[in-house]
Each structure stands twice: as structure tokens, then as C-alpha cells.
């Protein structure tokens, strides 16, 4: 058993996290609404930190909507993105990444350090995908697949798209990208 401590902020299904709790990692998942990070004392001796705050107000798929959402949607969203790096920051690991999709969290954050399609690992779809942070980057799939669906690979009608679960769905973590990633930072 592993005893390294990852912290999975906003990890909804912990899709990013699995390779580590297969590895026998102590993965702590720290995800609304069970757990607020931005309530959250991070442990002592932290050795990996994986963020994914929700892109309800970042993401460029939703831009439509920024607008109508205002600022207090905004302001919200990003009180989650700081909630995480403050926790990084106190935690001080040996590497962290935060992730987005393409959006407007560029405009808080900079550029970002790494960016990816899940197609890139196996997973034959596209999401570009955003990551900032202090980690090695995953190596892409030798025999990288093309995409040939957008977004999740089922059929999608107006009623699913508009649903709660294809919003689950659609921000689960690719299983690819999460094994790669896990490989370039064990």
C-alpha cells in the first residue's frame, strides 16, 4: 500500500484521482456538495494535488450564458479556483494540476501549461482540455485514436444534453489521459 496523500479537489466521480486509489494511494476526494473546498484544511505531507473546479462560468461551451449568470456566478466560480490554489499553496505538494476546459479562466490564471484533447490518449472524442500547475506532462497514446465523436462518445439528443447527468458526463475525467497522467506523476 502506498501511503502518499492525493488530494482530489472538486473531483466530482474521481475519474482523475482512480489510478491512484488502484495504486493504493490515500486519495482524499474533497468535492461538493459533501465537501466545500473552500472550507478544507488540506493534511500534513501531501504528495499530489489534482483541482478540477466546475466551468459552469468558465467554460467557453457555455459563453452564451455569461451574460444572464452575471457576476455573482462569476465571482462564485472563482472563489472555488482560489479556494484550490490557496489549499495547493498550504499544502506545498510535490506537483499539482488544476484543470479547465478552454475558457475564460485563462483571463485569472495565464496561459495555461498544458492542453489536451481526449483523443490524445485513447479516448475518441474531443474536449480541449486545459491544465495549469507544477507536474510533468503525460506522454500522448503512441497509436492516439482520431476523434470521431464530439463530446462523450453516445448519442446525444437536446433532452440529454440539457440533463444533470450529461453534465456528469460530459466533466468525468478521461480514463486515458487519467492513467497517463498518473504515469508521468506517481
Known sequence: MNHRIILDLCGGTGSWSKPYVDAGYDVRLVTLPERDVRLYQPPENVHGVLAAPPCDHFARAGARWWKAKGHAALLDGLSVVDACLRIIHRAAPSWWA?????????????DPAYKFDPWYFGDPWTKRT???GAFTPPQKTPNAVKPTLTGEPRKRDRTTKMSSSWKVQRSRTPAGFSRAFFEANP
Open 98 to 110: 488544476l484543470e479547465n476546459p478552454v475558457g475564460r479562466l485563462k483571463d485569472y490564471l495565464g
Open 130 to 132: 486545459w491544465l495549469w
